[in-house]
Every structure is written in C-alpha cells, then in structure tokens.
C-alpha cells in the first residue's frame, strides 16, 4: 500500500508537469486541461499495479489522458469552432521579447490543425521518437513524418511571412 | 542525399541523428545552416509550449487521489460488512431449516419411526395401567375424550411428534403393544391413511382438528381398532 502510494507520488511529481501541458495543447483550455488531468491521474492510481515498466510511464500516462480527451468529446461537444483560439493564453501583461515572441508562436500552433499539432507536441515536449508517436496515435510511422515536417514547414512559413513589428498597437 | 530528402528529414526530425543527413550536413554548409535555422526554430517551439503549469496541481493531483482512496476503502468496509450480515443471515437461516425441519414427509414415516425408536420402551405385558379419567384429563388438551376404554391402556403421556405436541398411547395387543397417537392437524407432513413396513402397519384417522394414528403388528385388526376408536371418541367444540 505504501509503496504504491509512494510510486503514484513520484509519477505526479515528475510528470505532472509535462502532462497538463499535453493536455494544454490538446484543449487549448486551462480548466479543461487541469479536469483532464485529474481524471487521468485518479485513472492511473487505479491502474497503477498495471504499470510494469517505469520507463513507459509518460506514454501510459499520455494514452489514457487522449482515451479521456476522447470521453469528453463523446460525453458532449463544446462549440468550439465559433471561438477565436487566439486568445488562449495571457503574456502579455508582462512583456519581454521572448514572451511576446512565445505568445506569437503559441498562436500559430495552435492554430495547426490538430492532427499537425500532436505529433509535434509529442516530439518536442514528449522527447518520442517518431516510433512511439506512430504507436500512441496509432498511425503509420511514415504518416507521423509527414505530419511533422508539414507542422514544422507551416510553423517556418508562418515566420518568415511574419510583420517585422508584431504586438499591439492602440491609437 | 537529395535536398529535398534532406529537407525532409530536417523538418520531420530537427535532433536526427542519421548517420546519412549528418554526412549530409558536414558536406554542405548551406545544410548545415538550414538544420541549425530549424533547431532554433525547434527550440522557440519548445519555449511556446512550455505553458505555465498551474503551481497548485500537484498538490491538488495528491488530495484527489488521498480522498478517492478514502472512499474506496470505505464503500470496501461497507461491503466487507453487508458480506459478513449476508453470510450470518444465511448460516442462520440453513441452522434453522436443519433443525427444526422434518425428515418425513408424510405422518406414516414419522408415526412408524417413532414407534421403532420407543420399541423398547414398551412391554405387551406390562403390569404398569393408566384409568380412563387420567387418559380423558390428558385428552382434554385436544379437545377430546373416550367415553370407554379400548383395552387395557399400558401408557399416556404427552410427547413429541414431529416437533408438535402430541398424544402418546400405548394398548396392550395380541402380541405386541399397540400404538396409538392423537396428533393436532399439521401441514407439515403429508396425510396418508394407511402405511406398512415389512413389520408394523397403520392407519391414520382423520378429525376436524386432529388426526389419530393407530400403529401395530400384522396379528392385529387395524380395521377393528380404527372402529372402536371412532365409536369412542368425542370431540367437544
């Protein structure tokens, strides 16, 4: 008993972190993302007994939290579509260059289409390799690459075509 | 390695380490420049992903799963309890069903197995008698009375039958006692007016609120007994 509440203690701690930012990106919603992890780590602790391979955890963990994502979409469909994604997150109040170019690029991701957007969150923020990804998505490990080079390739043209003054201006 | 294969891989896998696109890269420096452009890209990536996590969630993670645990060892505790309730519930009742339940199905069985269990018990020419008025008080219980004798009465005594209280007699026989018990109406066990073994005989007598069951040898007339006991018997209301 103890010792199972010590290795759930430990896979919160060190991937909680890394989970609510997959969940992030899957919703583009702070509170959702926070809901989706609950729920995938309560899923987990029931589970935990099944988690042979500590190694495997992040994957594990990552599958049941999409399985849940899926659930939430079945349970019932938020209008979506209608809202402007743009303004998922707020940076802005205390800017530097970076934050304000991490801002513009936030934007630009997430407005990848999805199937875009995952494998390369995936990659970058997982560290996967395109084998995992192929199996976490149950997709072909070519199709994983194409993908990601089209994220990537979109992600760069959308930089190069970028205004050399970016940010707000008011008057 | 063409350049769009090149390309390709670059975009697909900023950190590959392909034998081939790192040979790539070392012959041409325009590669080269192009694979660093796309880590710097990459790494801008990672820093635009690298959403705030909320600094509460671990702690909030912990606290969920602490009280989801809590109520599952309590619904656990709950079952545990409403198992052990089912269990003694049910050893009870099979206790109850063993014990107080019969073994015979019908009054011919239970009558004849009595009679074997107290064979002993009994002689034919017992000295010992019991006076009709002793038999009569003891009658009245049932509601009943003999206006005569049947015959010489060598024992009358309350006893058990089948768990009901019951009227035991015994009459002294042509060869060995004859048994008769007077047996309130039950349910229980099944009516049949007459049985036999390889011994002993028997008929049953059936009245408004008891039955009368005579049990003997194959030397006696049963047909005679059971005459004799309706023409003595009354039943008061």
């Known amino acids: ?171 | 390695m063409d350049d769009l294969q090149f390309r390709r891989a670059i975009y697909a896998d900023p950190n590959n380490q392909d034998e081939e696109t790192i040979a790539a890269q070392q012959q041409d420096p325009s590669k080269k420049q192009f694979a660093q452009e796309i880590c710097q890209l990459d790494e801008k990536i990672k820093q635009a992903l690298q959403v705030p996590v909320p600094d509460d969630l671990y702690n909030k993670l912990i606290l969920r799963q602490t009280l989801a645990t809590h109520q599952v060892q309590k619904r656990k505790t709950r079952v545990h309890l409403a198992l052990a309730a089912s269990v003694a519930i049910v050893g009870g009742l099979v206790l109850n069903f063993m014990q107080f339940s019969s073994a015979y199905s019908n009054l011919g069985d239970y009558a004849l197995a009595h009679v074997y269990h107290e064979q002993g018990s009994f002689a034919n020419n017992a000295t010992s008698q019991v006076t009709l008025t002793s038999l009569n008080k003891k009658m009245a219980a049932f509601d009943g009375n003999f206006n005569k004798s049947l015959g010489k009465l060598l024992f009358a005594d309350y006893c058990r039958f089948d768990g009901m209280k019951s009227l035991h007699l015994v009459y002294q026989g042509k060869t060995s006692p004859v048994t008769v018990f007077v047996v309130p109406k039950n349910e229980q066990l099944r009516f049949n007016a007459d049985f036999n073994d390889k011994q002993l005989f028997g008929s049953s007598l059936q009245f408004s609120n008891s039955n009368i069951i005579v049990v003997a040898d194959k030397n006696e007339s049963l047909g005679q007994w059971q005459q004799s006991i309706s023409d003595t018997v009354n039943w008061s209301i």
């Open chain 1, 1 to 171: 008993m103890m010792t199972k509440q010590v290795r759930y203690e430990a896979l919160v701690k060190a991937l909680h972190g890394d989970l609510y930012r997959y969940a992030y990106w899957l919703c583009h919603e702070k509170q959702v993302a926070e809901d989706l992890v609950q729920e995938t780590f309560l899923r987990a602790w029931r589970a935990l007994d099944s988690l042979k391979d500590e190694k495997a955890a992040k994957s594990w963990l990552i599958t049941i939290l999409r399985r849940e994502n899926a659930r939430r979409f079945e349970r019932k469909r938020f209008d979506m579509s209608e809202y402007e994604e743009a303004t998922i997150t707020d940076t802005l109040s205390v800017t530097t260059e970076q934050q304000l170019e991490n801002h513009w690029l936030r934007e630009k991701i997430s407005q990848l289409p999805p199937e875009y957007s995952e494998p390369l969150i995936l990659q970058v923020l997982g560290g996967f390799s395109g084998e995992d990804i192929a199996a976490m998505l149950d997709l072909n490990k070519n199709t994983v690459m194409t993908r990601l080079f089209r994220a990537r390739n979109q992600l760069k043209e959308a930089l190069e075509a970028e205004p050399v003054k970016r940010g707000m201006y008011n008057g």
